[in-house]
């Protein structure tokens, strides 16, 4: 029996991919269903208001959405979902990011968008605050995630010893 998708990962260009299988790879790890799809906020937004408006309804619980330039992909799923929506910022040849970074975090009073840092780095955090948000309520995955953060001081020991 396939599990149904808990977390619907979004991405504004088939080039955002490479970055946001970072994101799709944390939540194999862990055996967390996922969709993936692509859905642009300025070339598709009667799909993305589509796919957002009725994403709750099929289950998931938190949207990712990763996107660059004029990234206005998870702030237009915000304003379509009571959700919680995590954007990642791509990094753009032109500014390094930084113009994705200022739209995906820039948000105005009463549409939250959390957001990540840039990048590859950007996209797995995302996965794991997705897990974190799922874990609120699923014991199964909170043991996963103080397994994860006690792996994480135990590699920074290691390395420590190796100086």
Same mark, same amino acid.
């Given at each position: 029996m396939k599990k149904s998708a *808990?977390?619907?990962? /979004?991405?504004?260009?088939?080039?955002?991919?490479?970055v946001m299988r970072e994101t799709s790879k944390v939540l194999e790890e862990n055996g967390v269903a996922y969709e993936m799809k692509i859905l642009s906020a300025h070339r598709s937004p009667d799909d993305v208001a589509r796919f957002t408006k009725s994403a709750r309804g099929k289950g998931f619980k938190v949207i990712i959405a990763g996107a660059g330039g004029a990234a206005h992909l998870?702030? *237009?799923?915000?304003?379509?979902?009571?959700?919680?929506?995590?954007? *990642?910022?791509?990094?753009?040849?032109?500014?390094?990011? =930084?113009?994705?970074? /200022?739209?995906?975090i820039q948000m105005p009073s009463g549409v939250p968008v959390a957001t990540v840092s840039i990048g590859k780095s950007g996209a797995k #955090?995302?996965?794991?605050?997705? =897990?974190?948000?799922?874990?609120?309520h699923d014991v199964r995955?909170?043991?996963?995630?103080?397994?994860?953060?006690?792996?994480? *001081?135990? #590699?920074?020991?290691?390395? #420590?010893?190796?100086?």
């Open positions: *808990v977390i619907a990962i /979004l991405m504004g260009s088939d080039s955002d991919l490479e998870a702030g *237009v799923i915000a304003s379509h979902t009571t959700l919680p929506v995590i954007g *990642v910022p791509m990094e753009s040849k032109e500014l390094k990011g =930084l113009d994705s970074l /200022l739209s995906t #955090n995302a996965g794991i605050l997705a =897990l974190e948000i799922l874990s609120l995955l909170e043991k996963q995630l103080v397994k994860f953060k006690k792996e994480l *001081v135990k #590699n920074i020991r290691k390395k #420590n010893k190796n100086i």
